[in-house]
Antibody, heavy 117, light 106 residues
């Protein structure tokens, strides 16, 4: 059974850093692209970053966020630096159905990141 | 980036009704279009991928169609558990989502 479980959310001051983790099981991490998708309170879904054959970032986070994965631990990460109030959101990790096509067939439960002083 | 425009932004319907939600892409995405359902406090759930393929376990009252720039999600015979927010998403390039359609009980 595929499972995705996010960790690491919390309250952080503007300009601070946070590292999110997504523990995966039930599939081979290297065989599937993975993404982070966020949702600000009361708003829609916003794609943040993908790691597949390459790494991609949304313009809003490029240069501040870094996606990575540890295949030995079956874990996906998102290092978030220089955080801003507008980064406040629930962050979901999501699995690609295949290696390269961004069809998100499984999602984690989400972890809330709040950027506030 | 490819922009995805969903309509309507909200919709009221009754149990048993048939409803349709549309999604328009800012450029040709062939059939690289997916639909998700999200309930309050929950993660999104994949319903339809490749414009018209039903994800495993999703009831057959959900169907999708379209190609190019115009797509539709249709729900036949609405059930109480279908009242939720629906999002389209293109997978032709780096993913982008529509702004969502909130389906409410009339």
């Amino acid at each position: 059974e595929v499972q995705l479980v996010e960790f690491g959310g919390g309250l952080v001051q503007p300009g601070g850093s946070l590292r999110l983790s997504c523990a995966t099981s039930g599939f081979t991490l290297t065989n599937h692209g993975m993404s982070w998708v966020r949702q600000a309170p009361g708003k829609g879904l916003e794609w943040v970053s993908t790691i597949s054959d390459k790494i991609y970032y949304a313009d809003s986070v490029r240069g501040r966020f870094t996606i990575s994965r540890d295949t030995s631990k079956n874990t996906l990460f998102l290092q978030m630096n220089s955080l801003r109030a507008e980064d406040t959101a629930v962050y979901y990790c999501a699995k690609y159905q295949s290696a390269l096509t961004s069809i998100f067939d499984y999602w984690g439960q989400g972890t809330l990141v709040t950027v506030s002083s | 980036d490819i922009q995805m425009t969903q309509s309507p932004s909200s919709l009221s319907a009754s149990v048993g009704d048939r409803v349709a939600i549309t999604c328009r892409a800012s450029q040709n995405i062939i059939t690289f279009l997916n639909w998700y359902q999200q309930k309050p406090g929950r993660a999104p759930k994949l319903l339809i991928y490749g414009a018209s393929s039903l994800q495993s376990g999703v009831p057959s009252r959900f169907s999708g169609g379209g190609s190019g720039t115009d797509f539709t999600l249709t729900i036949n015979s609405l059930q109480p558990e279908d009242f939720a927010t629906y999002y389209c998403q293109q997978s032709y390039t780096v993913p982008t989502f529509g702004r969502g359609t909130k389906l409410e009980i009339k």
